[in-house]
């Protein structure tokens, strides 16, 4: 008998799938697309490296995400791995709206928004849209990286933090 086989209560498992996925502590990025001459973004905390030969990239987007429905295989998007001290612009791209860039000083860089302070970021060439669940995964082939000096922000227990060496 396998564990499939067992009566399990779907909301028991949700609840504790996410306490569980809440104790994995996760780096924050705001993923970014240009689209009918304007910047979008969302932020996402379920990114990965996903392949060295050749350097491709993994991101996860919710189904109802506006930013989905602006990017496509054969696009390009940036994933802005956001310093410690971004919380604030973690929670603005995490809300919806349309001035999501207002104060946030950013620039196009490879031909997608790129957040000026950030702690790491990626271009990519969008290479597949994978249905999985109730996201998308975006596998893109890496065009540009770069990381700066600063620390990144992350996400544990429902709660912004950094990562501390020991």
């Known amino acids: 008998m396998s564990d499939h086989d067992l009566d399990v209560d779907p909301e028991v498992l949700r609840k504790s799938f996410r306490q569980a996925m809440g104790n994995v502590a996760a780096a924050v990025s705001v993923v970014t697309a240009f689209h009918d001459g304007a910047p979008h973004g969302t932020t996402v905390s379920a990114f990965a490296s996903l392949s060295m030969e050749p350097p491709m990239l993994l991101v996860s987007l919710d189904r109802r995400s506006n930013l989905l429905a602006k990017i496509g295989v054969g696009g390009r998007i940036g994933v802005n ?7 604030q612009v973690a929670l603005r791209f995490a809300g919806k709206g349309d001035d999501k860039f207002l ?3 950013w620039q196009l860089e490879d031909g997608v928004p790129a957040l000026v302070d950030r702690h790491a970021w990626v271009s990519l060439d969008v290479a597949q849209l994978v249905e999985a669940g109730d996201h998308v995964l975006v596998l893109g082939h890496v065009r540009t ?4 000096e600063s620390a990144p922000l992350t996400y544990w227990q429902r709660t ?4 501390q060496a020991f």
């Open 81 to 87: 791995v956001l310093a410690a001290h971004h919380d």
């Open 160 to 163: 912004f933090g950094t990562h």
């Open 103 to 105: 104060d946030v000083p």
């Open 145 to 148: 990286a770069n990381v700066s």
